[in-house]
């Protein structure tokens, strides 16, 4: 583990890592910060440029994004009283109401500071748990990712649509999606329609545009209007709107409290950052010795839904990189640009590239204090960049899908098919399906049917032959305990969701 530590700390430690990662950061700054832009667009937007970057580069490009995009949500929620993520609807109710007060620079240094601490917590638990959890995991065989597999997709079908049954049957969409193409245990041509463009099958990335990207341009096309107003604070100099870190750090306790739940929380599929900081800030409210401030400019409040929703981050990571499940859909991304990059997640990553695991680790570490200097530097601009008119990105974004498109083939039909998805993800959208089970099926649908196929020669007509296996029943009881849990927190978040909107109104 040494060697590996100081070898991946090498593989790190080059020039284009670093100004790859500088550079997600800032994207992911810019398409958090402002409504109606998303992390996971931008993730898909800029995820064809990766293909010429080797795999450390790219993994922190893209992981600058995913980090810096889950803090910059909180910045229009602050200053605009509209979350530019979901999970930052729990900042905005401390957050706008300091800002409102006066103390906008000091709301937005605590959300920054304490996004950080939770990045950085999150990422350390990471480097020091997945090893572990990889080795555990080495003596699973087929049966075992088979239940690791539907698990990931039911969980994840039901969290990402208000109906478990629409969820469900966007995953199943995905599954179907994902056979498309030859076969790769038989050889044989599968829905592919004599169309020799089919027999690859579906382009991960292009569909990845087609249902993010274009579907999500579409959408707030329709919603645009210049009529909008958002009442923004001024951010004049103030004496008193200032944040010492022995202020900030007299929350400790609710800093680490709030950085557990985030990586708990995170480190299960399907559950997610906006959990994560609902339920850290009605803990850290609960907890606190002054419950009387939250709802009306609680520094706490705002460092415990922020510290949270970022030790999310790193802790997703764990079961993508060593079970090969992603923790949520952005997470889905990175594992496609994993196997772009030809590394398969899976307790087998650490052995034949861990090199590379190591690196994206300690890199993991770096970007989120690279996080804290571009957002402690950049802070004078985030007012600006909430007021960006959206009729101007627009067609900036569309230019960008069209081009990541065809650079991938270099082919129009590849921008055809993204279109397709694109207008099916939109009517999709609006019959309140989510794509983000189908972007899962797609993904897993694989991985699923092989080790479904291996277990049902493996069993040879026994029914039972899955219960025969510790490892199986054991991960079974696991989580029926944690779609347990998960139903409990998923009823709680709801109730906290309610008071939100009831504070908000």
């Known amino acids: 583990m040494d060697n590996l530590f100081i070898e991946g700390f090498i593989a790190f430690f080059t020039v284009s890592s670093f100004v790859y990662l500088n550079l997600g950061l800032l994207l992911g700054l810019v398409f958090g910060s402002i409504p109606g832009l998303t992390v996971m667009l931008c993730l898909v937007l800029f995820m064809p440029f990766t293909y010429t970057m080797d795999a450390i580069a790219s993994f922190m490009f893209l992981l600058g994004i995913y980090c810096s995009g889950s803090y910059g949500g909180s910045i229009s ?6 979350p530019g993520t979901p999970h930052a609807a729990a900042t905005m109710l401390d957050g706008y ?4 007060s006066g103390k906008p620079k000091k709301a937005l240094l605590t959300a920054l500071y304490a996004s950080g601490f939770g990045g950085i917590f999150s990422a ?3 480097l020091f748990a997945a090893p572990l959890v990889a080795k555990i995991a080495l003596n699973f065989g087929p049966p075992e990712y088979f239940i690791l597999c539907v698990f990931g997709l039911l969980i994840i079908s039901g969290v990402s649509s208000g109906n478990l049954l629409k969820g ?3 995953g199943c969409l995905g599954l179907l999606l994902s056979t498309v193409g030859m076969d790769s245990i038989s050889g044989v ?5 004599d169309d020799f463009n089919l027999y690859g099958g579906l382009n991960l990335v292009i569909v990845l545009i087609g249902l993010f990207a274009i579907s999500e341009t579409i959408s707030n096309a329709s919603k645009y209007s210049k009529t909008v107003k ?11 709107d200032v944040l010492p870190l022995k202020e900030f750090f007299s929350s400790y306790l609710t800093l680490l ?12 599929p399907g559950t997610g950052a906006s959990m994560a900081s609902f339920l850290s800030y009605d803990t850290a409210r609960r907890n606190s010795k ?9 520094e706490e409040g705002i460092a415990a839904a922020e510290s949270a929703n970022n030790a999310v981050t790193g802790a997703t990571l764990i079961p993508l990189l060593t079970l090969g499940i992603p923790g949520d859909a952005a997470v889905a991304i990175l594992l496609g640009t994993l196997m772009i990059n030809g590394l398969t997640p899976g307790p087998n990553l650490f052995q034949e590239h861990g090199v590379e695991v190591y690196a994206v680790m300690i890199g993991l570490i770096v970007i989120n204090i690279f996080m804290l200097i571009q957002g402690r530097l950049l802070m004078p601009f985030f007012a600006k960049i909430t007021k960006v008119d959206f009729s101007l990105l627009t067609p900036l974004i569309v230019i960008f899908c069209f081009a990541g498109t065809f650079s991938i083939n270099n082919t129009m039909y590849d921008i055809f098919v993204a279109i397709i998805f694109g207008v099916v993800a939109y009517v999709l959208i609006k019959l309140d399906f989510s794509p983000i089970p189908i972007l899962l099926g797609l993904v897993l649908g694989n991985l699923t049917e092989m080790n479904l196929r291996r277990t049902v020669t493996m069993a040879q007509g026994d029914w039972f032959f899955v219960l025969s296996r510790p490892a199986s029943l054991a991960l079974i009881a696991i989580f029926v305990l944690l779609l347990a849990w998960f139903a409990y927190s998923r009823l709680r978040q709801r109730s906290l969701a309610s008071k939100t909107e009831e504070q908000i109104a």
């Open 257 to 268: 409290r709030s950085s557990v739940i985030g990586t708990v929380i995170g480190c299960i």
């Open 97 to 100: 109401p300091l800002a409102r």
């Open 77 to 82: 929620a602050i200053l605009i009283k509209t």
């Open 189 to 193: 041509f599968r829905f592919t329609f």
């Open 168 to 170: 469900i049957i966007a």
């Open 124 to 126: 350390l638990v990471l």
């Open 230 to 240: 958002y009442a923004s604070i001024k951010t004049d100099d103030n004496k008193d």
């Open 290 to 298: 002054n419950k009387a401030a939250f709802g009306k400019g609680s």
